[in-house]
C-alpha cells in the first residue's frame, strides 16, 4: 500500500495577470485570455467579466452573460500553441511531438531553431528545456520576430528564449547547441551553419513541405557530415465516438503538414 502521507497539493487560484483557457458553450469552443482587471471576454454565446474568474482554481465552472457554461483552464501546452497569433504556418502538435523525440528536447539543455515564424515550436522548445535551458531562435523577419516574441510572453516563457533577426546561411552567434531545429523553406542553405553550431553527436531535425524539397534536404545533410537520417510523414486521424450510433473515423482529417527529417551530427 502506497503510504499518503503528504499533505494534499492546494490547486493554485486564478489570479490578474494568469492566461487561461476559456472552454465550453454549446459548440465546446475554447477562448485564450490574459486576466485583467475590469476587463471582459466577449464569446457568441454571451460575456464572461474576467473579475469572474479570478480567485477561481483551474477546472472551476463560470456562467456567460447569457447563462451558457464554460468551464476554465490554465492552458496546456498544446493550446498554447494552437492559439497564437499566426503570421506563418506553425508546426502542428501531431508533428511536434515526434520532433521533440527526434530533438532529444529535455530539461536543461540548449536548442537552436532556425525559423520562428509564429514561435509556435518555440514555444513547446522552452515548455521542455525548463528553466535552466535556453533557446536560441532565429527569423529573417523582424516583424514575425515580434509577432513570437508576444505569443511566447503570453505563454509567459520570456526569460527562456533569445531571439534574433538572422539569415540562413550565415554562421549562427551561438555554439555547442545541444539540439537544431530548422522550419524553412529551404533549410539545406541553414544546413552547413547547423553543422557548426551542434555539438558532436546531436541531433537535428528539419520540415519540408514538398518531396523536391525533401530529397535536396537528404542530400544535403549526408554530404555535410550528417548520420542516422530519418524521414517520416505523420498521420493523425480522429475518431468520433457515439454510444448509440457506430465508432468511426471523422469523414475531414487534415491530410498533410509537412515531411519530417530527423538526423545526427557525426564527430570528427
Ligand atoms: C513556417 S515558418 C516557421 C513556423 C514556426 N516553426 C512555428 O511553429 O510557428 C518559416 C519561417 O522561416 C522564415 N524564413 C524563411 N526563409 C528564411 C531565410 N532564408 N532566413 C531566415 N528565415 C527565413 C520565415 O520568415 C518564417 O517565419
Known amino acids: 500500500m502506497i503510504e499518503m502521507r503528504e499533505a494534499a497539493k492546494v490547486p493554485q487560484k486564478l489570479e490578474y495577470g ?10 465546446n469552443r475554447s477562448f485564450i485570455i490574459t486576466l485583467q482587471e475590469g476587463e471582459i471576454l466577449n464569446t457568441h454565446l454571451g460575456v464572461i467579466a474576467h473579475e469572474d474568474v479570478v480567485h477561481q482554481v483551474e477546472g ?8 451558457h457554461h464554460f468551464w476554465v483552464f490554465r492552458p496546456k501546452t498544446r493550446e498554447l500553441m494552437m492559439k497564437v497569433k499566426r ?3 506553425i508546426v502542428y502538435p501531431k508533428d511536434a511531438g515526434w520532433l521533440i523525440l ?5 530539461p536543461g539543455i540548449r536548442v537552436l531553431e532556425m525559423g520562428t515564424g509564429s514561435g509556435a515550436f518555440t514555444i513547446l522548445l522552452a515548455r521542455l528545456v525548463g528553466s535552466e535551458g535556453k533557446v536560441y531562435t532565429f ?5 514575425f ?6 505569443n511566447i510572453k503570453i505563454a509567459g516563457l520570456s526569460h527562456r528564449v533569445e531571439a534574433r533577426i538572422h539569415l540562413a546561411g550565415e554562421p549562427f552567434p551561438v555554439e555547442d547547441m545541444d539540439a537544431v531545429f530548422l522550419d524553412l523553406p529551404n533549410p539545406w542553405v541553414a544546413i552547413p551553419a547547423a553543422y557548426d553550431a551542434l555539438a558532436p553527436g546531436r541531433p537535428i531535425a528539419l520540415v519540408v513541405p514538398n518531396a523536391e524539397q525533401l530529397k535536396k534536404a537528404v542530400a544535403t545533410l549526408e554530404e555535410n557530415g550528417f548520420l542516422s537520417i530519418q524521414a517520416v510523414e505523420v498521420l493523425e486521424r480522429n475518431i468520433l465516438v457515439r454510444q448509440q450510433q457506430g465508432v468511426r473515423p471523422f469523414e475531414r482529417m487534415i491530410g498533410f503538414t509537412a515531411y519530417l527529417v530527423s538526423a545526427r551530427k557525426a564527430g570528427d
Open 87 to 89: 503570421k506563418t504556418q
Open 18 to 27: 494568469d492566461t487561461v483557457i476559456i472552454w465550453g458553450g454549446k459548440k
Open 102 to 106: 527526434a530533438l532529444d528536447i529535455v
Open 139 to 143: 527569423d529573417r523577419r523582424r516583424d
Open 60 to 67: 472551476s465552472k463560470v456562467c456567460s452573460s447569457k447563462g
Open 145 to 150: 520576430l515580434l509577432n513570437a516574441l508576444n
